[in-house]
């Protein structure tokens, strides 16, 4: 799965804003609250809608009237457009409202694009809990194919759709789009959790936290020891001085990372660890997951980390995004982007109190001077970028 573009309206700073021709590896890059935290709180919006109810994740974030673009009228509306498994184009469309002082879905679209030709079938479409979808899937990309619909009424009106029929077999595109959102990770490292010794046995995939650190590289050691082995190379690779990692069992059953410096007989344990060599071996234990999540969303990496080994965690997250996972990316730092194509860096900018979203690849400036050698974090950080200086 890639997504394709993404369409935000009265979505707190995104008054309107689109991100379009999206490659597997995206940066974000804009000053302070130009609304790089607000795209990926939207992907959390709608993991919680998908878990809980709209209503709810509406109220995690201080209500409807928090949420909505301030001064504006109209709805919040979110539109993904997305290759789903088949290569075919689709597109999610999510139109919320407030009606009496609750939130409903005013409209809810799932679409598949067929052909060059033709109307898209609407695999879901539903409006305030009530709807139709389509019973007969199996048709789906056959000539001459006709859909076929049925009713359908869900619990409460701020109910997504695809959480209530993406339970069923028989809604089988549904439940693939259903599990494409809850498997997304929105990441939320903090170097203080990974730390401390955790309890024994695995765990397949990092938390957003980190708080399993030892208890993912054991599960990777044990099961996945060619995933380990490379997590490994490159520790020694780009940390000068480590020389080994493992998680070592206490006798009371919790597992310590401990990092071994060539330098001395004995392992450090992880509290006593830097924390930018706990941080590049945590990204390098969510980059080499066996199972890349399909969209992953990391805020400012650069945070505790030396600048030499940012270009080598940019490699990380392409190699990554190349796998399977696609990456979305926020940072501040010009040794980052210096790892990148323009293709890949998006600017966030603020016009008349709201984000203005721009493609780097688009500028024919900025294409001019990469073409002629320039690096885009020097470019950044000079001030060519479109509304860095705002």
Known sequence: MQLESIEIENYRVFRHAKLTSLPRLVTLVGANGSGKSTLFDMFSFLKDALAFSVGKAVARRGGWKELKSRGQEGPIRIEIKFRESGGRLATYELTIGEANGRIVVEREILKFRRGQTGKPWHFVDFSRGEGTAITNEEQYGKKDAKEKRDKYTLDEPDVLAIKGLGQFKDFRVVAEFRSLIENWQISDFHIVEARPATEEGYSEHLSTRGDNLAQVAQYLHTYHRERFDAILDAMTRRV??????????????????????????????????????????AYLVLLHDPRPFPLLAIEEPENQLYPKLLMDLAEEFRAYAQRGGQVFVSTHSPDFLNALELEEIYCLYKKDGFTTISHASDSENLRALFDGGDLPGYLWKQGVFEGVNR
């Open 240 to 281: 000068p001085g480590i020389a080994a990692v493992d998680a070592k069992p206490t006798e009371d059953g919790r597992l310590v990372l401990r990092f071994q410096d060539g330098s001395f007989k004995d392992p450090f344990i992880a509290r006593f660890v830097s924390d930018g060599t706990i941080k590049m071996f």
